[in-house]
């Protein structure tokens, strides 16, 4: 049956690879399933200063924990959730699971922990996303200044107007916003300019070979420098090595986030008592 020859053919579907349509039924029926039963866990991956290792925040990152095929990374059913439209559920059960998180452990600990959640181009655009983050920090009770978005530069991009009037309701909110995996799409950083964003975070690709690629480095420095200028704080995203970590350090990257410090783990598994010193 079409269940089976899906999972037959399930290593097939890669990222944004063409999808065959047995497969893409049976994934978009399995998703429909996998958000009524709620299969979704939540990882976190620290993001620390990257002065003093201190932890600064973590990042979200969502996993489905499939009855059958254990582990699905994003990487492998994003893609697909969000031409089917499905992101927009599985993305709300995100923001409220990760809000809620946050907000007991602010309250039990006593402090101020921030969370970046990532939100896809289609909630993002979706009339009715700013009443959802809204919704959601009413019900969490989470501080609306430890809430932190990250999109990619494209969703800006597209569509500039609106979701530059979106950006600004959502900092009239007080919920901070990020800029994601900066340097891989089409935007200028003359265009960062006109954005009311808080932060960038560079890429990983610009990261991967700093030490050994000069054209990268001189990117990642001129992103820094520019972003400095513009006030904006920069996340060095991918960080493996101690060498990388140094050369952000030494240009000036405020933020570092990587598994040289931390793999993304489960909440419980987080260490946020102290700093990562790498
Ligand atoms: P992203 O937002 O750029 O997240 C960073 C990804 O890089 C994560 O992969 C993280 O585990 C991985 N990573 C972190 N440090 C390192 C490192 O040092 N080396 C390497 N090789 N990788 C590192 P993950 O969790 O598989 O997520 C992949 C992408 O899926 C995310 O990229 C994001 O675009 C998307 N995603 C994840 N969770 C959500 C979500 O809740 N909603 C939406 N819309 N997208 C999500
Ligand atoms: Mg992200
Ligand atoms: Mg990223
Ligand atoms: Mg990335």
Redesign the pocket.
């Known amino acids: 049956d079409a269940k089976a020859q899906g999972r037959n053919t399930w290593h097939w579907f890669e990222g944004t690879t063409t999808v065959v349509h047995n497969e893409y039924v049976t994934l978009r029926r399995e998703l429909m399933e996998a958000i009524e039963q709620e299969q979704f866990v939540?990882?976190y991956?620290p993001i620390v200063a990257a002065d003093s290792g201190i932890v600064r925040g973590m990042?979200?990152?969502?996993?489905w924990q499939h009855p059958e095929r254990g582990f699905v990374?994003?990487?492998d059913f994003?893609p697909l959730a969000e031409q089917t439209g499905q992101?927009v559920a599985?993305?709300q059960w995100?923001l409220h699971r990760a809000c809620s998180d946050l907000a007991d452990w602010n309250a039990r600990m006593d402090r101020r922990m921030p969370v970046s959640?990532?939100?896809?181009p289609l909630?993002f655009r979706r009339y009715g996303f700013l009443d959802e983050v809204r919704r959601v920090l009413d019900i969490t009770g989470l501080e609306p200044e430890l809430l932190e978005l990250?999109v990619t530069e494209n969703v800006l991009m597209s569509g500039a107007g609106q979701a530059i009037e979106t950006l600004r309701e959502i900092r009239k909110l007080g919920v901070k916003v990020s800029i994601?995996?900066f340097g891989t799409g089409y935007s200028s950083l003359r265009y960062l300019r006109q954005l009311p964003i808080n932060k960038v975070?560079l890429?990983?690709s610009f990261i991967m070979d700093i030490t050994e690629n000069s054209d990268n480095a001189a990117i990642v420095q001129g992103v820094i420098t520019m972003a400095h200028h513009l006030g904006l704080i920069v996340v060095g995203?991918?960080?493996?090595t101690a060498e990388q970590a140094a050369d952000l350090r030494h240009r000036e990257c405020d933020l570092l986030?990587?598994?040289?410090f931390s793999?993304?783990v489960p909440f419980d598994q987080l260490d946020l008592s102290g700093s990562i010193n790498r």
């Open positions: 939540l990882y991956q990042e979200a990152l969502v996993r990374s994003p990487g994003i992101i599985i993305g995100v959640v990532n939100i896809s909630q990250e994601d995996d975070k890429d990983r995203e991918g960080v493996e986030q990587g598994f040289l793999r993304p």
